[in-house]
């Protein structure tokens, strides 16, 4: 006689549904998928947000977009492979210039195409940079961007005739399309096209970052030796590194010029580097979410300086200075009390909160 089956009961959470294929659906979209499902929610928001807000919030919220899409591409190039670069304001300078010449020069062409037209560019200087710094370590390659943001400004000078000296370039950008005009105004028609490109981009280094590529600068970042020893190609993937940085550096330059209609070298002088590089640390280094924290301490601690000192009645000078200083103190504060920048707190808190209600 055949022996009796024992059907065993699955045990299921309160909505009927079994655990484990809770976790199977989570992860049933390829990431690169999920990414764009996020990038979309994160681009509804702002959207939302333009919705209830003036043309100076567009403004300043376009600002925070294409900020955090530069520090994003350093994120990737000193978080995940760990080199350090003090020309990454360099690459925003030849992404802005480039929209400019364009828009000059070819005024026909889309906004879509001159895009396409800065990454090849950037791509291309990435290449350079990252080909003649692959062997360069710690300080050697700190110096050498270095003198690379020292010294693309005085081209400017260099070349007056065709980048227009310390003045620089002006150039005149279409507004919203005839079916949106009315509903839209010039500012946050050009906010949308900002966070349409930026929440691509950060779509794409996120995947990057999460892919095997991530996993070989992170290797890299950690033991170069033993990378190589393991088959990494350390050289290969050092370049790529820096023509990713290149590429968010330059596109984010190219839509800084888009936004404001001008491009000056004073913009992009070794200040913007540090700067940019002090607020990867501030936000978080190792989070794409560290780039959104950096951006917004950027564009509204500047902000927020200068209305303190026009309340204040202070001089032009005092004016000037009053953001640089407002900045490193709040850098100092914030990595006193959070060693990890701003986005290692909140994951601090988010883990107390979660281990307080287990």
Known sequence: MSQPTVRRETPTDPVGSDPAPRHTRRSALPLPVRHLLLAALGLAAVAGLLLVTGDLTALRLAAVGYTMLAVAGLQLLVGASGQVSLGHGAFMMIGAYAMALLVLHQPMLPLAVNLAIIVVVSVVAGIAVGAATARLHGPYLAGATLIL????????HRYHDVLGGSNGLNIRTAGAPPFLQGLVSTSEWRALVVWTTVVLGLALLATLSAGRLGRRMRAIRDDETAAAMAGVPVGGTKVVAFVIASTAGGLAGGLQAYVLGTVTPGSFTLVLSL??????????????????????????????????????????????NLPIVFFGVVLILVLRFWPLGVHGALHSLRARLRARES
């Open 149 to 156: 943001a020292v010294g693309l400004p005085g081209l400017a």
């Open 275 to 320: 700067t940019l590089l002090a607020a990867l640390v501030m936000g978080g280094i190792g989070s794409l979410w560290g780039a959104l924290w950096a951006a917004i301490a950027i564009v509204y601690l500047q902000i927020w300086a200068t209305d303190l000192a026009r309340a204040l009645n202070l001089s032009r000078d005092v004016e000037n």
